[in-house]
């Protein structure tokens, strides 16, 4: 008699769901829903939860592009990805450009070149 084992559970979706970090000494698994932003600071790639803290990530723009739910996950420049749900506001700004304020805390500025399509993003 064979023993039965169930199998691993299968994504819905083929979007990660989870990202490896590093911090310290220790390896951490942050699920997507836990990710506030994605930003690039001095040429690295950083992760931001949406507890403020923040993880270096071994990705580029192009991966994280890629790999991200484009229903949950917006690129509002050429250096932050971020998640609808870190969104606390967003206020006009000067030159055809908006300011979104981020919780926990934090703003990024909307190029006016991607403007239209994070309104219609939000709108969706």
């Known amino acids: 008699m064979s023993e039965h084992r169930e199998s691993p559970p299968v994504a819905t979706t083929s979007r990660q769901q989870r990202f490896i970090v590093f911090y310290k000494d220790s390896i951490l698994s942050v699920p997507v829903q836990d990710v506030a932003f994605f930003s690039i600071e001095d040429g690295l790639m950083f992760l931001i939860r949406t507890d403020g803290k923040k993880y270096p990530l071994k990705k580029t723009m192009r991966e994280l592009e ?8 917006f690129k509002v420049n050429r250096s932050t990805l971020l998640a609808f749900d870190a969104i606390e506001r967003v206020e006009a700004f000067f030159g055809q450009r908006a300011v979104v304020f981020l919780r926990p805390s934090g703003k990024v500025i ?4 991607r403007l239209a399509g994070f309104m219609e993003w939000l709108d969706s």
Request: no cysteine; net charge neutral.
């Open 66 to 73: 890629e790999a991200i739910d484009p229903f949950r996950f």
């Open 110 to 113: 909307v190029s006016k070149s």
